[in-house]
């Protein structure tokens, strides 16, 4: 079983940084075609904020362009997300997911489809 940790999340002034990370738990991991990151801020839908693939390609919300980094360790099969001039409606949880995750038990090898992390609160003020 196969479960996403996230960390990094916390209460950060306007103008401020943070950075999260999100590393799977479990051993066997052999490969993540697509990581990324999304947001859900009260009283609203989960919305895109950025991915990457396995191959290099980014891709960011246009709300963050500019300010956010992803960027991933393919050694740990972890990402992370570097946020800078935080604003207050950056204020959200933000959950990681893995898109395509493959492990292996030998000769047996299990793919998830997809993953998602159990989310970490950014609260920015104002």
């Known amino acids: 079983q196969v479960e996403l940790v996230e960390s990094g999340g916390g209460l950060v002034q306007s103008g401020g940084s943070l950075k999260l990370s999100c590393v799977p738990s479990?051993?066997?991991?052999?490969?993540?075609?697509?990581m990324g990151w999304y947001r859900q801020a009260p009283g609203k839908q989960r919305e895109f904020v950025a991915d990457?693939?396995?191959?290099?390609?980014?891709d960011y919300a246009d709300a963050v362009k500019g300010r956010f980094t992803i960027t991933r360790d393919h050694a740990k099969n972890a990402v992370y997300l570097e946020m800078s001039d935080l604003k207050p409606e950056d204020t959200a949880t933000y959950y990681c997911?893995?898109?395509?995750?493959?492990?292996?038990?030998?000769?047996?090898?299990?793919?998830?489809?997809?993953?998602w992390g159990q989310g970490t609160l950014v609260t920015v003020s104002s």
């Open positions: 997911k893995a898109v395509r995750l493959t492990t292996s038990a030998g000769p047996t090898r299990h793919r998830y489809l997809e993953l």
């Open positions: 990457r693939s396995t191959r290099g390609r980014t």
């Open positions: 479990g051993n066997n991991i052999i490969s993540v075609d697509v």
